[in-house]
């Protein structure tokens, strides 16, 4: 019996494949790890950090030529999720469509996530 195909972990848009591909470059070696945290008013906080090695339960995501981290932790909370990278008058920043999302603050800076279930 043939297994069926595990959905993808993390994607990237091209956005955000360029820039993690300029941040890493700018960082020389390493990895970007990607992640949540508890935090905020509503709950937890994506988290994003520059590591120099994998963790031995880091999830390993390549795509678009881009190679990223996802903190164990973080897995069932960032299942599905998409990363892309904005620029606007105001800001650059890193978003996530994530569809485990259920609600997210007024400020914009902390969400509920409900995990995926294994």
């Not at 890493?24 to 990895?31: K, P």
């Not at 937890?44 to 190679?67: G, N, R, S």
């Not at 599905?80 to 914009?108: I, K």
Request: charged share 25%.
């Amino acid at each position: 019996m043939a297994r069926r195909p595990r959905p993808k972990l993390v994607t990237l848009t091209d956005a955000a494949a360029e820039r993690v591909r300029e941040i890493l470059d700018e960082q020389g070696q390493g990895y970007l790890r990607v992640g949540v945290k508890n935090g905020g008013c509503a709950g937890m906080e994506y988290v994003m950090d520059y590591v120099a090695e994998v963790e031995p339960l880091d999830e390993l995501v390549e795509d678009k030529d881009v190679q990223i981290l996802v903190d164990s932790k973080a897995v069932l909370f960032l299942l599905g999720s998409v990363v892309d990278y904005e620029t606007s008058m105001m800001h650059s920043r890193f978003t996530f469509n994530n569809p485990n999302q259920t609600d997210a603050c007024g400020c914009g800076e902390s969400v509920t996530i409900v995990p995926q279930h294994a």
